[in-house]
Nanobody
Framework: QVQLVESGGGLVQAGELLRLSCAAS????????VGWFRQAPGKEREFVAS????????YYADSVKGRFGISRDNAKNMLYLQMNSLKPEDTAVYYC?????????????????WGQGTQVTVSS
């Protein structure tokens, strides 16, 4: 079992940055691949980034590649998403999620544990 709690969302202007955090509880976190997804109003939940259990492999959606960075600290049971050069189209509720395996995936259906989400709003 893994419990996830996101924080760090807020209202920013285009071009600014935010850092999202996800606090995990449960011994399984360090053995789990984890990721970030987002859902904008009226749209389906979409993949943002994922990272393997060791942090050695990270993958990004094309829409955020070069602007966002995913990282984890297994000693602290923490997952992060550094978001730079934010755009209005990045506005969404951001969720962290964990898999029961070590390896990443961009498919939300393969993630077993989800946080409650944190709102990110980017004004133009």
């Amino acid at each position: 079992q893994v419990q996830l709690v996101e924080s760090g969302g807020g209202l920013v202007q285009a071009g600014e940055l935010l850092r999202l955090s996800c606090a995990a509880s449960g011994r399984a976190f360090s053995m789990s691949a984890v990721g970030w997804f987002r859902q904008a109003p009226g749209k389906e939940r979409e993949f943002v980034a994922s990272i393997s259990y060791s942090g050695g492999y990270a993958y990004y959606a094309d829409s955020v590649k070069g602007r966002f960075g995913i990282s984890r600290d297994n000693a602290k049971n923490m997952l992060y998403l550094q978001m730079n050069s934010l755009k209005p189209e990045d506005t969404a509720v951001y969720y962290c999620a964990a898999r029961s395996t070590r390896y990443t995936s961009s498919a939300s259906s393969t993630y077993d544990y989800w946080g409650q989400g944190t709102q990110v709003t980017v004004s133009s």
